[in-house]
Each structure stands twice: as C-alpha cells, then as structure tokens.
C-alpha cells in the first residue's frame, strides 16, 4: 500500500511541477507540427477528448503510451479524421503485449492536405502574383513506443517519434537592391525547398486506484528541441494531460452486469494556449453497443461531441467501429471513424 501511495504522489508532483514550468511561458504561438495534437481517435473524440484515463487498445498510442499494457495480445487501429477545410488526417497503430517483457507499439500519422494553389509574387501583374500550380505538401510521423507494467496497477511508458514536413518549394526576399530602371529599390528572391524533420516524445503513467475502476492517469505529448524556418523557432504542440477515469455505474447501480457508464475527466495544458477541460461519458450496453457524448471547455473552434460503437467477437478475434462528430464552430462539423482489430 506504501509503494502505491508512493506511486501516485509521484504522478501527482510531476503535474504540478511541470504546470509552474508551463505558468512562467508564454502561451502564445509557440509551436509548428500542430497536427500532432489533432484528437485521431473516433471514440476518444466522442467523449470529448477525455482520454488521457480512459483510452483503450492501441488508440494509447495516440493519447497515453502508459496505458498499452491494457491491450491483451495483438490489437490494431486505423483511424480517418475529416478535419476542417477538407483537409484528412490517417492514424494507424499497432500493439504488441510481450507479458512480463512490456508492451511495444508502432504507429503513423499523415496528415492530408488536399489540393493547395500555389502562387509568387510578380510585380509585372496587375494582381502582384502569378499561380504556380499545385504545391506537394504533407506531414507524417512515425512512432515507436514502449510500456512497462510494475504492477498490477501502475504501468507508465515511452514514444519516440520523427516528424517530418514539407511545405514545397517557394522562392523569399533575402535583400534589396537599386534598380536605376525603375529608380528604386527592387527585392531579389532565392528559392528554396521548405522541409524539416525533427524527433519528439511523448511519456505517459496510468495507476489504478483500487475502487469502482477507477484509474488516474498522466501524459506529456509531444516534447521536442526548437526547430527553425528560416527565421521562426518553434517546438511541437507541447501538452501535459491528467486524468481521472472510472465506471460509475459500479457505484450507482453495482448489481447489475449488463450497463457500463464509463466517465472520464481530463486537465490539459498546452504549450501554445490557456488551460483546458474536457468532460466526457460513455454507456456501454452489453458490451456491444456504446452511446458517447463530451464537451471540451476553453476551445475556439471545436466544443461539443458525440458518437456511437459497435463491438463485435468472433472466435478469439475482437473488432470495434465507431464514430465520432464533432461540432466546430465556423466550419461545420468535424467527422472521425475509427476500426480496432484485436486477438
């Protein structure tokens, strides 16, 4: 009982800790690579990104690399977000529980921008700028992860990722010169490839608590060195996740076998904006069906969410579809669809 209590106040001086470090920074436009902190999974998103405590299966990859000592054997997952402006984002991840060696996983992120116009400036236009057809842009990250189990009731893990983007090929102004032409001065462009690879980590920790399932969990995603463009330094989209996660119909209705009303509560701290809350809940009914609903507090765009899953066994296999909406103000609604594959 020491040794947990130990555990646990660890988890907990870390969070504090790491939110004075965040309290004296700036927490304005600190950070590049920002579709890493875009929620990837259909279910999580439908509790209101909640997930810190509460993630299951391979989707830990994405939110909690502490929690995938909870996948039992192989589990898989693929994930398809419409994000705004008809631009996609592709999770895929992959888990392996080795037993008393730890759990490894493997995952990938692109980031799909769709077709994006690209144009220079030309000052013999009477526009100012001519179109340079297409620009081939993408983003994508690779990550490999590791998790340990101490006990039966803390585990905590490790990702390291490399982070690659490639904006195009565009030309910038580097200095004036006196153009007797004109009898001024004109600018001279060089023109550049505009690409950059950098490595992040994310570390997360998971302790169950010993009562009605409930687990509190903690996750710093996306930790990385400053990257430079040109003249901008920026790092990844920082963030320090904690969580609470439990099934309160253990403690409401705790007879009954057939209902599981998982609610989770997460405190975000990102690098690049005020602190947030996201609330979110989930009612399982035979372990078939799930109705998901959350809200996410202190968002400029994206805030209220819902979704639904489907959970199908066959032999030793296990497969789960859900889906997820979110509302996102002046855009429309965001859509996510996640398939999970287990045995």
């Given at each position: 009982m020491k040794k947990n209590k130990y555990i646990l106040l660890c988890l907990a001086l870390s969070v504090l800790f790491s939110e004075s470090a965040f309290a004296q920074m700036k927490k304005v436009a600190q950070s590049g690579m920002t579709y890493l902190s875009i929620s990837l999974g259909a279910r999580?998103?439908?509790i209101g990104n909640a997930a810190t405590a509460s993630v299951k299966g391979a989707q830990a990859l994405f939110y909690n690399p502490g929690r995938i000592t909870k996948v039992e054997g192989f589990n898989a997952i693929f994930n398809q977000v419409n994000w705004l402006a008809e631009t996609k984002i592709y999770g895929i991840g992959m888990v392996y529980n080795m037993g008393m060696y730890g759990a490894i996983g493997?995952?990938?992120i692109y980031m799909d921008y769709g077709d994006i116009m690209g144009t220079v400036r030309d000052d013999t236009n009477p526009l100012g700028f001519k179109l340079t057809g297409n620009l081939s842009i993408q983003d994508y990250a690779i990550g490999l992860s590791y998790a340990y189990q101490v006990n039966d009731r803390f585990s905590?893990?490790?990702?390291?990722?490399?982070?690659?983007?490639d904006l195009g090929r565009a030309s910038y102004a580097y200095t004036t010169v006196y153009d007797p032409e004109v009898k001024d001065d004109v600018l001279l462009f060089k023109e550049q490839n505009w690409d950059l690879g950098?490595?992040?980590f994310d570390?997360?920790?998971?302790?169950?608590?010993?009562?009605?399932?409930m687990a509190?969990?903690?996750?710093?995603?996306?930790y990385s060195t400053d990257m430079k463009y040109y003249s901008e330094v920026f790092q990844m989209p920082l963030t320090i996740r904690m969580g609470l996660a439990m099934d309160i119909a253990k403690a409401l209705i705790p007879d009954q076998k057939e209902i599981v009303i998982n609610t989770s509560i997460d405190a975000v701290s990102p690098?690049?904006?005020?602190?947030?809350?996201?609330?979110?809940?989930?009612?399982?009914?035979?372990?078939k069906i799930a109705l998901r609903t959350g809200y996410k507090f202190n968002y400029d765009v994206e805030n209220f969410s819902f979704g639904l899953g489907l959970l199908f066994d066959y032999s030793s296999y296990e497969a789960r579809l859900d889906y997820a909406y979110t509302n996102a103000e002046y855009f429309g609604g965001v859509n996510r669809f996640s398939l999970g594959i287990g045995f």
């Amino acid at each position: 009982m020491k040794k947990n209590k130990y555990i646990l106040l660890c988890l907990a001086l870390s969070v504090l800790f790491s939110e004075s470090a965040f309290a004296q920074m700036k927490k304005v436009a600190q950070s590049g690579m920002t579709y890493l902190s875009i929620s990837l999974g259909a279910r999580e998103s439908g509790i209101g990104n909640a997930a810190t405590a509460s993630v299951k299966g391979a989707q830990a990859l994405f939110y909690n690399p502490g929690r995938i000592t909870k996948v039992e054997g192989f589990n898989a997952i693929f994930n398809q977000v419409n994000w705004l402006a008809e631009t996609k984002i592709y999770g895929i991840g992959m888990v392996y529980n080795m037993g008393m060696y730890g759990a490894i996983g493997l995952d990938v992120i692109y980031m799909d921008y769709g077709d994006i116009m690209g144009t220079v400036r030309d000052d013999t236009n009477p526009l100012g700028f001519k179109l340079t057809g297409n620009l081939s842009i993408q983003d994508y990250a690779i990550g490999l992860s590791y998790a340990y189990q101490v006990n039966d009731r803390f585990s905590f893990g490790g990702k390291v990722k490399y982070a690659y983007e490639d904006l195009g090929r565009a030309s910038y102004a580097y200095t004036t010169v006196y153009d007797p032409e004109v009898k001024d001065d004109v600018l001279l462009f060089k023109e550049q490839n505009w690409d950059l690879g950098h490595l992040g980590f994310d570390f997360g920790a998971s302790y169950d608590i010993g009562y009605k399932d409930m687990a509190f969990a903690v996750a710093f995603c996306n930790y990385s060195t400053d990257m430079k463009y040109y003249s901008e330094v920026f790092q990844m989209p920082l963030t320090i996740r904690m969580g609470l996660a439990m099934d309160i119909a253990k403690a409401l209705i705790p007879d009954q076998k057939e209902i599981v009303i998982n609610t989770s509560i997460d405190a975000v701290s990102p690098i690049d904006y005020t602190n947030r809350v996201h609330l979110g809940s989930e009612l399982i009914y035979k372990e078939k069906i799930a109705l998901r609903t959350g809200y996410k507090f202190n968002y400029d765009v994206e805030n209220f969410s819902f979704g639904l899953g489907l959970l199908f066994d066959y032999s030793s296999y296990e497969a789960r579809l859900d889906y997820a909406y979110t509302n996102a103000e002046y855009f429309g609604g965001v859509n996510r669809f996640s398939l999970g594959i287990g045995f």
